[in-house]
Nanobody, 123 residues
Framework: QVQLDESGGGSVQAGESLRLSCVVS????????MAWFRQAPGKEREGVAA????????DYVDSAKGRFTISRDNSKNTVYLQMNSLKPEDTAMYYC????????????????WGQGTLVTVSS
């Protein structure tokens, strides 16, 4: 059983930064591909970034490239999403997700999910 616990959300002004954290617990957590998704009110869940088990590979949605960075510390069983230059359109519930084999940054390819942490960006 894999459990994911997100934290770090909050309310910020446009242009500010936030770092989200996701603690992974359970069997072989360090062997999982990890990702961050987000879902704004009335919109579909969108993949933001993904990272391989050994951090050698990452994948980003175009809107996150250059502003967001995904990273992980397997010694702490934690995955991070550093978000810089935040915009009002980044406002959403952010979810941590995990899967054994990465296919694409799409929610139907991820098996394990956290409860989410809310990010609100005001202009």
């Amino acid at each position: 059983q894999v459990q994911l616990d997100e934290s770090g959300g909050g309310s910020v002004q446009a242009g500010e930064s936030l770092r989200l954290s996701c603690v992974v617990s359970g069997y072989l957590g360090s062997s999982l591909w990890m990702a961050w998704f987000r879902q704004a009110p009335g919109k579909e869940r969108e993949g933001v970034a993904a990272i391989s088990p050994n951090s050698s590979s990452t994948d980003y949605v175009d809107s996150a490239k250059g502003r967001f960075t995904i990273s992980r510390d397997n010694s702490k069983n934690t995955v991070y999403l550093q978000m810089n230059s935040l915009k009002p359109e980044d406002t959403a519930m952010y979810y941590c997700a995990a899967t054994w084999a990465y296919i694409a940054l799409r929610s139907n390819y991820f098996r394990f999910w956290g409860q989410g942490t809310l990010v609100t960006v005001s202009s």
